[in-house]
């Protein structure tokens, strides 16, 4: 996937904060395939989490993997955050479980 390819980039320069964009935007086109959420210009991340809970209910860690993903993109893309190898380490590894949930 074309995101997976830029984050490690981005990750590779050492432009973390970049790399979280990327894995987002991955993210978000992983759960679009597998039509878990329509992706929509309009649509905030808030809408995204409110989707995948209504599509899933309950069922499994993947509306919390993706709230705790949301977090972290939201603190190092809108916040003041140093954003961390280890930060990227943590999203990217909510990415593999949610890719298995």
Not at 11 to 30: K, P, Q, T, Y
Not at 32 to 50: P, T, V
């Amino acid at each position: 996937d074309e995101w997976m390819k830029m984050a490690r980039d981005m990750m590779a320069r050492g432009e973390f904060r970049l790399a979280i964009r990327a894995l987002f935007l991955a993210m978000l086109s992983n759960l679009s395939l597998r039509e878990l959420i329509s992706i929509a210009r309009y649509k905030s991340n808030r809408d995204y989490q409110r989707e995948l809970r209504r599509r899933l209910g309950a069922q499994g860690d993947l509306p919390g993997l993706f709230g705790e993903s949301v977090s972290i993109f939201e603190e190092a893309w809108y916040g003041d955050h140093v954003v961390t190898d280890e930060t990227v380490g943590r999203f990217s590894a909510n990415i593999e479980r949610m890719k298995l949930a």
